[in-house]
């Protein structure tokens, strides 16, 4: 069933789903369940992410959540995949994270990107005086945190030598990752000489083209002297490939409802999917991985080889927790990870 060891890593985003009979608070703490037994597999990363005004996925505020889970694991790197920068001040970004770093040295990443995360509506009740950032403010923002973080604002910040952010004794800030799913967002990653995460599982262009272009165009930065890409992808593992397309349906339904309400029960989702399981569901978005370990095993493998990723992030949606835990243990097992001898 294992095999040797990758060239890439394998981590995980969570979206914390909440499933049909069940409630937010359930899928928050399905989180942190999820998140000790990723850390007792010997995952590499635990990242959460930013929805604001779902039924489906109950994880709008991932800076609490990443502290939650960052104290219930002992070795995962935890963070968020990611903060929807465009909404809040790079200020208290960078001071969140500083804090979250102290806390637990070593351990924390933040991602940003500007996507809402959100329905138009949401994002102006989550600016500032009903005054939403421009697309076009996002590089400028990103070379605020940036600054913030590291105690280096440009020359031209009006901030400079004024404002710190504080917690001030932390040693090394955590590393910021850009997430994308576009052209534009890689090109920022490029030119701040930063890692790029690429989403994969809802990217509607052509992933390996604007991987590629993040490559050739990145500068080498004090932060990170070359490139470093990982990919999110949808990944539904199970004993068997009947078994793992299964409980497939019961996502492919909820993308075909357009990703509102909880996540169906399968039985709801017999006979009512419209499109084939694993299937995307949204035209032009890109197909789930689904199947038994070894199905499962040689699609990351290609996925990875195709974009030369340095790490692959599972991002796991079906109706059941136990059955997502599965997934994740018979991937982990599938990829020959290293367990702890004891849950922690």
Not at 65 to 72: E, F, N, R
Not at 78 to 95: C, F, I, Q, R, T
Not at 156 to 182: H, I, M
Request: hydrophobic residues 40%; negative net charge; contains cysteine.
């Amino acid at each position: 069933m294992t095999s040797k060891p990758q060239p890439f890593r394998l981590g995980i985003l969570d979206q914390s789903p909440v499933s049909a009979g069940s409630s937010a608070a359930e899928a928050l703490s399905n989180t942190i369940d999820l998140a000790r037994h990723c850390d007792r597999l010997g995952y590499h990363r635990y990242w959460v992410a930013e929805h604001h005004n779902s039924n489906g996925l109950a994880g709008p505020a991932p800076e609490i959540l990443v502290g939650q889970i960052a104290a219930a694991t002992s070795q995962i790197r935890v963070g968020a995949g990611g903060v929807m920068l465009s909404h809040y001040s790079p200020l208290k970004v960078a001071e969140t994270f500083r804090i979250l770093e102290a806390l637990h040295p070593g351990r924390i990443d933040l991602g940003v990107g500007r996507a809402p995360g959100s329905d138009p509506m949401t994002m102006y009740a989550l600016a500032n005086n009903r005054q939403p950032n421009a697309v076009e403010a996002y590089p400028a923002m990103v070379e605020e945190l940036l600054g913030f973080l590291n105690n280096d604002l440009p020359e031209d910040n009006p901030f400079r030598g004024k404002v710190a952010a504080v917690p001030a004794a932390v040693g090394e800030p955590p590393p910021v990752w850009l997430l994308a799913s576009s052209p534009d967002s890689a090109s920022f990653a490029a030119h701040f000489g930063l890692p790029l995460s690429y989403a994969h599982f809802f990217g509607l262009g052509d992933g390996v083209a604007i991987v590629d272009t993040y490559r050739r165009n990145f500068k080498q930065s004090v932060w990170f002297d070359q490139p470093v890409v990982s990919i999110g992808v949808a990944v539904i593992c199970a004993e068997t490939d009947e078994a793992a397309q299964q409980l497939a349906t019961s996502v492919t339904l909820w993308r075909e409802r357009g990703l509102t309400g909880p996540i169906p029960t399968v039985q709801e989702s017999e006979g009512q999917v419209g499109l084939g399981a694993g299937s995307a569901g949204v035209p032009g978005r890109k197909p789930m991985v689904v199947g038994s370990p070894e199905t499962v095993r040689n699609q990351i493998q290609s996925l990875a080889q195709e974009y030369r990723a340095d790490e692959v992030l599972a991002v796991t949606i079906v109706w059941d927790h136990q059955a997502r835990v599965r997934s994740y243990e018979l991937l982990a097992e599938a990829f020959g990870l290293e367990t702890l001898s004891v849950l922690v």
